[in-house]
Nanobody
Framework: VQLVESGGGLVETGGSLRLSCAAS????????MGWYRQTPGKQRELVAG???????NYADSVKGRFTISRDNAKNTVYLQMNGLKPEDTAVYYC???????????WGKGTLVTVSS
């Protein structure tokens, strides 16, 4: 199983980035996909994710600014991030999970840095 994130980088406050996560080795359509982020000394937190019935969930801090989407034909999940703030600076991780089977896969992460 591989989850490979891309699209991170350095951006100014108010800017935009689109993260991508390409999955292989899984039946992509069966998995709840999500994005998490982590900063040094803090726990990894959910940013956005899919759940049952393709419902989407967002952290309160990103609602209205970030959008998660998926393309099952390309085995890829995206995170469109607009209106970026310095507090969005973190390593962003892609996650694939099947709750029923207790399966949880992680990518290696991509760094997003928002300059003030």
């Amino acid at each position: 199983v591989q989850l490979v994130e891309s699209g991170g980088g350095l951006v100014e406050t108010g800017g935009s980035l689109r993260l991508s996560c390409a999955a292989s080795g899984i039946v992509f359509s069966l998995y709840y996909m999500g994005w998490y982020r982590q900063t040094p000394g803090k726990q990894r937190e959910l940013v956005a994710g899919f759940s049952s019935g393709d419902m989407t969930n967002y952290a309160d801090s990103v609602k209205g600014r970030f959008t998660i989407s998926r393309d099952n034909a390309k085995n890829t999940v995206y995170l469109q991030m607009n209106g970026l703030k310095p507090e969005d600076t973190a390593v962003y991780y892609c996650n694939a999970r099947r709750v029923t089977y207790g399966i949880n896969h992680w990518g290696k992460g991509t760094l997003v840095t928002v300059s003030s």
